[in-house]
């Protein structure tokens, strides 16, 4: 059983795209939404959240735990990694490694992963000679968890958060919720999420998914399912960590 933790419900993203191909994954979500946003906090704050989500999830029984949320898993893998006994995956590898045929690269995401530096470090990794360009695009997150994610409200903000991006050849969709948005943006898309299914090797299942929220008040299931593009079936409960 898998346990994938994000700051709240932009991680069903990533959840979509392993159901995609392996319906029958064993899941148990945790969004931290009573705590969400975690791109505008501390380095300090987003460790200390990300290590009790990760606690949380391990008491669930889970063997592996992922770091849906770029935000935490530029900041806080090392030390959720040193809490926990299951092996632990980040997102931002699997993001970087997808830019890896890039010349020009751009890169958005929360203020703090932005600020961290980690895609360029990563992407550097796997690129050595390709040009990043990182950009914060704060205002996407609130206009997307409004459910604002067609028009022309959505598209005009998009195009102003990427400006200066406009030559890159590739674009990294650093943020759990961008994927939502990419079709506004004309580039070669890398989403991390389906970076990271590529690599997956499924453990097989019987398709039972638990999804714990933080706090869950009665928008959220709507906004929930417009994330995973699907409806929220198993089980969805409210929990305090
Ligand atoms: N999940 C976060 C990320 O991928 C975005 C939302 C937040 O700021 O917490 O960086």
Redesign the pocket.
């Known amino acids: 059983m898998i346990g994938i933790f994000?700051?709240?419900l932009?991680?069903l993203t990533v959840v979509k795209e392993i159901l995609k191909k392996y319906p029958k994954e064993d899941l148990v979500y945790l969004g931290d939404t009573a705590r969400?946003?975690?791109?505008?906090r501390s380095p300090e704050t987003i460790i200390k959240f990300s290590v009790e989500c990760a606690q949380f999830l391990q008491k669930q029984g889970v063997d592996k735990i992922i770091i849906a949320?770029?935000?935490a898993s530029a900041y806080a893998y090392e030390e959720v990694k040193k809490a926990v006994k299951v092996p632990v995956w980040e997102i931002i590898s699997y993001g970087a490694r997808g830019a890896k045929e890039g010349k020009k690269i751009g890169v958005i995401?929360?203020r703090a992963?932005i600020n961290s530096g980690m895609y360029e470090k990563k992407i550097k990794e796997f690129n050595p000679e390709a040009e990043v360009i990182s950009v914060a695009t704060p205002l996407l997150?609130p206009l997307i968890e409004e459910g604002e994610i067609e028009g022309e409200i959505i598209q005009a903000v998009v195009k102003k958060s990427i400006t200066g991006l406009e030559d890159v050849d590739t674009m990294v969709l650093g943020?759990?919720?961008y994927p939502i948005i990419g079709k506004f943006i004309y580039k070669k898309l890398v989403n991390p999420g389906e970076e990271l299914v590529r690599e997956w090797i499924s453990e097989g299942g019987s398709g039972i998914d638990k999804y714990y929220f933080t706090d869950l008040p009665g928008r959220y299931i709507n906004v929930a399912e417009m994330f995973l593009g699907q409806k929220l079936t198993g089980k969805v409960e409210r929990v305090i960590i």
């Open positions: 994000d700051s709240g932009g991680g969400v946003p975690y791109g505008t949320c770029n935000t995401g929360t992963t997150v943020c759990t919720h």
